[in-house]
Every structure is written in structure tokens, then in C-alpha cells.
């Protein structure tokens, strides 16, 4: 197992109740819960208190930790989950190698966490040898490194629409996503994500209706999957939904040691699991360790 450099983030996950009241409530309740998480995880891998006062945010609105420098940490919260990232990442004066700038590779676990267990697994997956033709953005500065930064996002399978299928993702995408061949959606004769130019992603679009998609066993599962991706790879660099989702591309394929690779078009690290029900993915700057630690809601009372 590839070791990441020394580098590590750990995922620290609760189950909770379902949605229920006032969204307004239910933000509240899960935005508490986060800061209990991080207060465990903040103690039990860095041996330092989590207090919100020391959580500043960037240009664009990424929190950091404006406390000792180096710690990075990101959250996610979704109906029924709430997952965070923690990480000492390294500072600058440790050196930054800045390895993820013209690479991307990721790794994604096909089976299902089961159990209370605390489940480490590293980058199996093959690197992508073309670099990334995309911005390349640094993360956004504010309490993180230059080159080491985190972000994470959880989400449960739930329906949507052609529309944001078009708008968001690339004809290779949504052939994933549909489970049909990419050239039957654009015409591009199995052009992909990494070199399909803009203009094509409407080509051919019009004969995949809402029922289409509602048919295909598995849809809302792959929608997840690439979505999660999509939003831990804008939470990483700070820029939100600032940056076009439809120019942060990704395959996913080549079964590899438990699971599947993944390939982006951004220079970036990527991880995935999928608990339960729920898709949680993890995207880093650098090459990192990540391990995945649930916690029982019990503890976080």
C-alpha cells in the first residue's frame, strides 16, 4: 500500500436522524453535531480542542482552521449523515511537493463499510499519465498550505433531471451514468471527458428523456457517485460553485485491489467509499492515507 507520503486525512462519520422539522432546525442540529465530530477528531488526531472561534473563512467562503498551522479539515453533511475530513497536512517549511499538479488519480471502494469498524486504505489506483486540462488552481489561501488541502462531500442516491445531467457533467459522464455507450449520447465516437471539447456535450442529448434515466437500473447510484466527486474536488480548492462542474471531469473504471479507479480532468487525489446507503468522497491537492472511522452517535451526544 502506497503511504501517501506521510500524509494523512481521516474521515470521522455519524448516522443520525433523519430529516424531520423545520430545515431550518435540521441545518442546526447537523451543523452541532459536525462541531462534535471535529472535536473528536480534532482531539483523537491531533491532540488539540476544536473551538469554532478559531474557525475563520476564505475569500469565498471556505472555513479554516485559523488556529496552528498546517490543520486542515473539511465537512459534509447530508440527510441522515455527516462526515469530516481531518488532517495535519504539513506546512510549508516541512516542504510541499505540489505531486498532484499535472496527475490525477483516485481509488474507490466497491463494498459497503459495515460495522463500527475503522476501515485505512490507500491509493491503489493506477495514476493518470496526461495532465490535467483544466485551471490547475491552488487552493484558495486562508489557514490552508499551498499544497495540501481537503474536501469532502457525502450525499444519499436521490433523482434528478436531464437538465442538470447536461449542464453539469460530460457526454462520457452521462453514458456512465445512463450505462450506455458514450457515443450513442454525442456522437463522439467514444471521445471522453479528458479531450471532449464543450460544444459537444449537447450533441444527441435530446433522445435521453427523464424516462430514460428513470429506467436505467443503478442511475441515481452512478449520479451520486460522480456528483460527490464533482463537489469534494470545489470544496478542496475553495472555489465552490464558483468553478463550472462541467470543467472537472471524471471516468471511472479498471476494477483495481477492492474497487475501481477513478480519473479526473483537475489535478487532484481522489477517494470514494460508499457507506450504506450514501456516497462519500474525498479529494486531496497532495497524495495522502485516508482512513475511514465511524462513530457511534452515542458518543456524540
Given at each position: 500500500?502506497?503511504?501517501?507520503?506521510?500524509?494523512?486525512?481521516?474521515?470521522?462519520?455519524?448516522?443520525?436522524?433523519?430529516?424531520?422539522?423545520?430545515?431550518?432546525?435540521?441545518?442546526?442540529?447537523?451543523?452541532?453535531?459536525a462541531d462534535r465530530i471535529l472535536s473528536y477528531g480534532f482531539?483523537?488526531?491531533?491532540?488539540?480542542?476544536?473551538?469554532?472561534?478559531?474557525?475563520?473563512?476564505?475569500?469565498?467562503?471556505?472555513?479554516?482552521?485559523?488556529?496552528?498551522?498546517?490543520?486542515?479539515?473539511?465537512?459534509?453533511?447530508?440527510?441522515?449523515?455527516?462526515?469530516?475530513?481531518?488532517?495535519?497536512?504539513?506546512?510549508?517549511?516541512?516542504?510541499?511537493?505540489?505531486?498532484?499538479?499535472?496527475?490525477?488519480?483516485?481509488?474507490?471502494?466497491?463494498?459497503?463499510?459495515?460495522?463500527?469498524?475503522?476501515?485505512?486504505?490507500?491509493?491503489?489506483?493506477?495514476?493518470?499519465?496526461?495532465?490535467?486540462?483544466?485551471?490547475?488552481?491552488?487552493?484558495?489561501?486562508?489557514?490552508?498550505?499551498?499544497?495540501?488541502?481537503?474536501?469532502?462531500?457525502?450525499?444519499?442516491?436521490?433523482?434528478?433531471?436531464?437538465?442538470?445531467?447536461?449542464?453539469?457533467?460530460?457526454?462520457?459522464?452521462?453514458?456512465?451514468?445512463?450505462?450506455?455507450?458514450?457515443?450513442?449520447?454525442?456522437?463522439?465516437?467514444?471521445?471522453?471527458p479528458l479531450d471532449a471539447e464543450k460544444s459537444g456535450k449537447?450533441?444527441?442529448?435530446?433522445?435521453?428523456?427523464?424516462?430514460?434515466?428513470?429506467?436505467?437500473?443503478?442511475?441515481?447510484?452512478?449520479?451520486?457517485?460522480?456528483?460527490?466527486?464533482?463537489?469534494?474536488?470545489?470544496?478542496?480548492?475553495?472555489?465552490?460553485?464558483?468553478?463550472?462542474?462541467?470543467?472537472?471531469?471524471?471516468?471511472?473504471?479498471?476494477?483495481?485491489?477492492?474497487?475501481?479507479?477513478?480519473?479526473?480532468?483537475?489535478p487532484a487525489y481522489f477517494s470514494q467509499k460508499q457507506i450504506?446507503?450514501?456516497?462519500?468522497?474525498?479529494?486531496?491537492?497532495?497524495?495522502?492515507?485516508?482512513?475511514?472511522?465511524?462513530?457511534?452517535?452515542?458518543?456524540?451526544?
Amino acid at each position: 500500500m502506497e503511504q501517501g507520503n506521510g500524509k494523512e486525512v481521516t474521515i470521522y462519520y455519524a448516522f443520525c436522524p433523519p430529516k424531520a422539522g423545520l430545515p431550518g432546525e435540521y441545518l442546526e442540529y447537523q451543523r452541532k453535531l459536525a462541531d462534535r465530530i471535529l472535536s473528536y477528531g480534532f482531539q483523537n488526531s491531533l491532540g488539540i480542542e476544536f473551538d469554532r472561534g478559531r474557525v475563520a473563512k476564505g475569500e469565498k467562503g471556505k472555513p479554516y482552521w485559523a488556529g496552528e498551522e498546517g490543520i486542515v479539515f473539511n465537512v459534509s453533511n447530508t440527510d441522515g449523515l455527516v462526515a469530516c475530513g481531518v488532517s495535519a497536512g504539513g506546512t510549508k517549511d516541512k516542504g510541499c511537493a505540489g505531486d498532484a499538479l499535472g496527475s490525477a488519480v483516485g481509488f474507490a471502494e466497491g463494498k459497503r463499510a459495515g460495522g463500527l469498524a475503522e476501515d485505512r486504505h490507500g491509493w491503489d489506483g493506477a495514476a493518470l499519465s496526461q495532465k490535467g486540462n483544466g485551471s490547475g488552481k491552488q487552493p484558495e489561501s486562508g489557514g490552508e498550505t499551498a499544497c495540501f488541502a481537503v474536501g469532502v462531500d457525502a450525499e444519499k442516491p436521490r433523482k434528478v433531471r436531464m437538465p442538470l445531467l447536461r449542464k453539469c457533467c460530460s457526454p462520457e459522464e452521462i453514458g456512465y451514468i445512463l450505462g450506455i455507450r458514450p457515443s450513442s449520447i454525442n456522437g463522439s465516437h467514444g471521445r471522453g471527458p479528458l479531450d471532449a471539447e464543450k460544444s459537444g456535450k449537447q450533441e444527441g442529448l435530446s433522445h435521453c428523456s427523464k424516462e430514460t434515466m428513470e429506467a436505467r437500473e443503478g442511475s441515481w447510484e452512478r449520479f451520486s457517485q460522480i456528483w460527490t466527486l464533482k463537489e469534494s474536488y470545489i470544496k478542496m480548492t475553495g472555489e465552490g460553485l464558483s468553478f463550472p462542474l462541467e470543467e472537472v471531469n471524471f471516468r471511472i473504471g479498471g476494477q483495481g485491489k477492492g474497487g475501481c479507479n477513478i480519473w479526473c480532468s483537475q489535478p487532484a487525489y481522489f477517494s470514494q467509499k460508499q457507506i450504506g446507503e450514501y456516497w462519500v468522497s474525498v479529494c486531496t491537492r497532495e497524495r495522502a492515507e485516508i482512513v475511514w472511522e465511524e462513530l457511534p452517535i452515542a458518543i456524540l451526544q
